[in-house]
């Protein structure tokens, strides 16, 4: 990776992982999990998805289970939950602006790590992009018994897309900056929080009438 992006890369990657690691203890909490129940949901949904990154485009060990910054972003996402959950289930509309921005980050920065990858494709990138914003919450609510919220809840995966895709084209047109980099996960963010907001939803099958 240039090195111009590292500390864009990390700075997402970070924000992604707390804000991820704060959403997956909250549903660890109200499974009524243990510190370890906490603490596992958490990580999981924290770096499941950056994980999933790393051993597609074949960047091995994954950074989410060697750097220690980001396994201590996970740990402090769950350890905070844990301790403060009855003020955080007060706020769980903000939790979901926090899941939003968790997003928004991991879709930017798992495009970018796979784009200046050698190898990958630009099509890989944009799979790769959204495979890391919605990996680990999937895992997250496999882990917690329930519907993964990618196909329960309002746009999520499209947004994802969005900010991806914005990320590999302007790679390729050679105008990729870092405000490129925070201009798409504002964008996606704001897709996001306007989906939630109007209950927006991708198309559903159309109910068939009995016969």
Same mark, same amino acid.
């Given at each position: 990776?240039?090195? *111009?992006?590292?500390?864009?890369?990390?700075?997402?990657?970070?924000?992604?992982?707390?804000?991820? /690691?704060?959403?997956?203890?909250?549903?660890?909490?109200?499974?009524?999990?243990?510190?370890?129940?906490?603490? !596992?949901?958490?990580?999981?949904?924290?770096?499941?998805?950056?994980?999933?990154?790393?051993? =597609?485009? /074949?960047? !091995?060990?994954?950074?989410?289970?060697?750097?220690?910054?980001?396994?201590?972003?996970?740990?402090? /996402?769950?350890?905070?939950?844990?301790?403060?959950?009855?003020?955080?289930?007060?706020?769980?509309?903000?939790?979901?602006?926090?899941?939003?921005?968790?997003?928004?980050?991991?879709?930017?920065?798992?495009?970018?790590?796979?784009?200046? *990858?050698? /190898?990958?494709?630009?099509?890989?990138?944009? =799979? !790769?992009?959204?495979?890391?914003?919605?990996?680990?919450?999937?895992?997250?609510?496999? =882990?917690?018994?329930?519907?993964?919220?990618?196909?329960?809840?309002?746009?999520?995966? =499209?947004?994802?897309?969005?900010?991806?895709?914005?990320?590999?084209?302007?790679?390729?047109?050679?105008?990729?900056?870092?405000?490129?980099?925070?201009?798409?996960?504002?964008?996606?963010?704001?897709?996001?929080?306007?989906?939630?907001?109007?209950?927006?939803?991708?198309?559903?099958?159309?109910?068939? *009438?009995? *016969?």
């Amino acid at each position: 990776m240039p090195t *111009t992006f590292a500390s864009a890369q990390l700075a997402l990657d970070l924000v992604g992982v707390f804000v991820f /690691g704060l959403s997956g203890g909250l549903v660890a909490v109200k499974k009524r999990f243990d510190l370890f129940g906490v603490l !596992v949901l958490a990580c999981a949904a924290a770096l499941g998805g950056g994980i999933m990154r790393d051993l =597609l485009i /074949g960047s !091995v060990p994954p950074v989410g289970i060697s750097d220690w910054r980001l396994l201590t972003a996970a740990a402090l /996402g769950g350890l905070v939950t844990f301790l403060f959950h009855p003020g955080v289930e007060r706020v769980t509309r903000f939790v979901r602006v926090l899941d939003a921005a968790g997003l928004a980050a991991f879709a930017v920065s798992g495009s970018l790590k796979a784009i200046t *990858t050698a /190898g990958v494709s630009p099509i890989a990138s944009v =799979l !790769v992009g959204v495979i890391t914003a919605i990996g680990g919450g999937i895992v997250r609510d496999l =882990l917690a018994g329930q519907v993964p919220e990618v196909l329960r809840r309002e746009l999520y995966a =499209l947004p994802a897309m969005l900010g991806a895709v914005i990320v590999v084209v302007a790679a390729q047109l050679g105008s990729l900056q870092d405000w490129v980099l925070w201009a798409s996960a504002a964008l996606v963010f704001a897709v996001r929080m306007v989906a939630v907001r109007l209950d927006l939803n991708a198309p559903t099958p159309l109910r068939s *009438t009995p *016969t």
